[in-house]
């Protein structure tokens, strides 16, 4: 057990024996909540067939894909599911995503085909969507995933944005890192009257 | 001594108390140095006329508006001196620059004639200013500062702009507020092919 539990991530041998230890005199309906919650993680999670988002088990669609009230003519292309909530948590997105899973990494080995990027130009294929918002990540491999997309879609018709970058919201233009710095000054755009 | 050193942002009385008997006890000459530092910092520190950047005393221009190399078309409006440090950092930029020496806050009763507001509007109209990069803090009072100055320059006929907003670079979006990610979102850009 406290070799199991020492595995997973931010857990270290010492808080793993900790929790055995707890565990081992905590009240059985604990130990058998998390017998049971583990169980339903393990069988209980699948992914959407279109956008490949994290769906319950037995679901060929998320509950964004299926739903009439999303505009289908505007996909966000994220990395993860957890941008997907990131996004959601804003509350000002009304359109439906693309997940990758991933990003692209020559160094890890990840290339085009360990990704759902012939499942997205398969939906761009199949018409209806107007534009494709990408929003990968803002780091190397975001920024490569990004370009790569924007070539692969450049013959497609359909209009290809990217996320706006540059001095994050409350900041401080004294404490801004000179990459930020440098593209809030060369994406300058003009005032609104 | 003490009660003097306490006053400086950041040095309680105990680190004043220490400073104090380090500098009893410490060679003549680092006495000597940092009185003569402090005049000089005294006496040494103008303002530049033009731009309200700090200069050397007796100099009525800073170097950045005295020199033949940078281009006067662009004005690059920020919020104190160190913001001009910051922006000279990145390296890519070749205009000029004007202090406004804070930001409007209707909180702490800061209005437009505590700027140099004045002096900024006195230089677009003696001509030769062809673009205005806003560059006040991505805060409250810095967009309310850059609201009131596109206000005042909408008849002047020059080109104003602003930093770009959104993601900094090198983040994560599942970690970016919301507040960025909502003008990421609103401000996405075409990519180019």
Sequence with gaps: MINALARLPGIGPKTASRLTFFLLNAPDELADDLLAALGELRSGIGYCQ????????GRSECEICASAERDGRVVCVVEEPLDVIAIERVGAYQGKYHVLRGALSPIEGIGPEDLTIRELLGRVQVGGIGELIIATNPSMEGDATAMYLQRQLAQSGVRVTRLARGLPVGGDLE???????????????DMAG
């Design 50 to 57: 279109t956008c490949f988002n994290i769906t319950a088990a």
């Design 175 to 189: 404490y801004a890192d000179q990459g930020t710095l440098l593209r809030a000054l060369l994406g300058r755009q």
